[in-house]
């Protein structure tokens, strides 16, 4: 038995909290959304603590690093039926260290993002602390059945957060996130028991890992792919699997749109790249039987190309943002289809900058509606007259999402055709390179829909607008810091990137 404490800190303070988040506070008006916001203020900080000590583990030799390629590894027996068992097995990489740390971001921010929100306050932020535990658990879990556990716990509060705080067709957005992504996850759930029974009857994912790559059929191993990929896809999601994803966006609560776009879908990313990439065995990629990488391109390539045109029609801001969150999460199709350590490090970074860029421009979405009382752009107007602050944050998020270099999109989108260029299927001359071609060209639809929004929603002068005053500071506070970070991971992105290559190459070496 390997057990420390370090990553469940991270799992059941929340877990803990909001339960008694919900009892302590029902007759104690504004408890709630403190000790909410405290919580997520003390993850925040410890997984910063966490980040430095595992970026500093050459120098403290093998204290953190506690063996089957995870650091901060906690595994102990927990259901022991037969010959099944199922571990409580925790640990981080490369991989799921950053999407910690962005977790925990994005919760802080959208807490106090929240703070407008007084209807069933109690119930509300207790749910938004178990929708953190469950997404937490999903980073960090290394046992089959408990990422499968954390995967749908997640479904839950975020069904409730759309259901009771959304917009006029909340039910309904809320009831179609849940069937999808809890349909999809099923096919998943089938997926994980061809894996356990190819592996010889492990859920641990490091000895399935190794199981997978000496015994199993790759045949086999295939076909539990897209199951799996049914799940993750439909999280993320990818055309043909989207619809539910801007109706949940336009009917949610700006704070949960927040967190679904900048960490829900990355589960999905996280699941393709975790149980896709880097448990199954290379041969389900490149076996000439395998179509899997073309598979993934062309979902990737159409995702962004086929929202970038869609984005363009819409009338309202969120709207149009959800769908070209669908087009950024191609990216991350098309950087793991591109089988380069450069393609992965793309897909990784794309899901970090994206998770500070999407939840911004959903937040300032909210910020409008709330002090303008519309998302219409065909209504809104020179809002740079009337909420500068506001309009400053939201035409650098814009650029940012637009891939201005300088700021964090540009440098996962510049990895992610690197990748493509480099690889061996979509590279220059190769028979698929009109792919890369197409995902190049669905960039400059994406600037033009952004320039379009800002042109008419910025500037120009206002007409019947009637807004008293910008952004309260629990609105604009949240956005500052989303800010800090998409300028920061654009300026120093190796920070990020030392990390995400240590895990990249043990898959890709070159």
Do not use: C
């Not at 407008?116 to 658990?137: D, F, H, N, Q, T």
């Not at 669905?442 to 607008?465: D, N, T």
């Amino acid at each position: 038995m390997v057990f420390y404490w370090y990553l469940s800190i991270l799992l059941w303070l929340p877990l803990i909290a909001s339960p008694l988040t919900y009892m302590l506070s029902k007759n104690k008006v504004g408890w709630a959304k403190w000790s909410a916001t405290i919580i997520t203020f003390v993850e925040m900080i410890y997984s910063f603590v966490l980040w430095m000590l595992y970026t500093s583990k050459d120098r403290f030799g093998d204290k953190y690093v506690t063996g089957d390629g995870f650091v901060f590894l906690e595994k102990t027996d927990w259901i022991v039926v037969g010959k099944i068992k199922i571990y409580y097995a925790l640990g981080v990489d490369g991989l799921s260290l950053p999407l910690i740390a962005l977790t925990t971001v994005v919760f802080f921010a959208s807490m106090i993002s929240s703070f407008y929100i007084k209807e069933r306050e109690p119930l509300y932020y207790s749910l938004m602390l178990l929708l953190e535990a469950g997404v937490m658990g999903t980073f960090i879990a290394l046992d089959l059945f408990l990422f499968y556990i954390a995967w749908e716990v997640v479904l839950v509060p975020m069904f409730f957060i759309i259901a009771y705080w959304g917009g006029p067709r909340r039910k309904y957005s809320a009831f179609k996130f849940f069937i999808y992504t809890h349909l999809a996850s099923l096919f998943m759930l089938i997926g994980i028991f061809i894996l356990y029974n190819e592996g010889g009857g492990t859920f641990y994912m490091p000895q399935l890992k190794t199981s997978l790559s000496t015994y199993a059929d790759v045949g086999r191993l295939i076909f539990a792919f897209y199951l799996l990929a049914i799940g993750f896809i439909t999280k993320f999601p990818q055309v043909p699997v989207h619809t539910w994803l801007p109706d949940a966006h336009v009917e949610a609560p700006s704070p949960g749109s927040s967190v679904l776009a900048g960490l829900l879908l990355k589960m999905g990313g996280y699941g393709l790249i975790r149980l896709g990439v880097w448990l199954l065995p290379s041969s389900v990629f490149t076996d000439p039987s395998s179509h899997v990488r073309l598979v993934l391109a062309l979902l990737g390539m159409i995702s962004m190309a086929y929202t970038a045109f869609v984005a363009l029609s819409q009338k309202d801001m969120k709207r149009l943002i959800a769908y070209s969150s669908i087009g950024h999460m191609g990216v991350v199709s098309l950087g793991v289809a591109s089988y380069t350590s450069e393609g992965i490090n793309a897909a990784i970074f794309m899901m970090i900058a994206h998770g500070v860029i999407s939840p911004a421009l959903f937040l300032i979405s909210g910020v409008i509606q709330h002090n303008a009382g519309t998302r219409d752009m065909t209504v809104l107007k020179g809002l740079g007259n009337k909420m500068p602050i506001t309009s400053t944050l939201m035409v650098f998020s814009g650029f940012a999402s637009a891939g201005l270099p300088g700021l964090a999109g540009f440098v996962a989108e510049f990895l992610m055709f690197a990748g493509l260029f480099k690889s061996d299927m979509f590279g220059y001359g190769d028979t698929y390179f009109w792919i890369t071609v197409v995902a190049l060209l669905s960039i400059i639809v994406v600037a033009g829909y952004y320039l379009w929004m800002l042109q008419r929603v910025v500037f120009g002068q206002p007409e019947g607008l009637e807004v008293e005053h910008d952004g309260h500071w629990y609105e604009l506070m949240p956005l500052w810091l989303l800010a800090f970070f998409i300028l920061f991971l654009g300026w120093f992105p190796f920070v990020v990137l030392k990390v995400t290559d240590e895990f990249a190459r043990t898959i890709i070496p070159i």
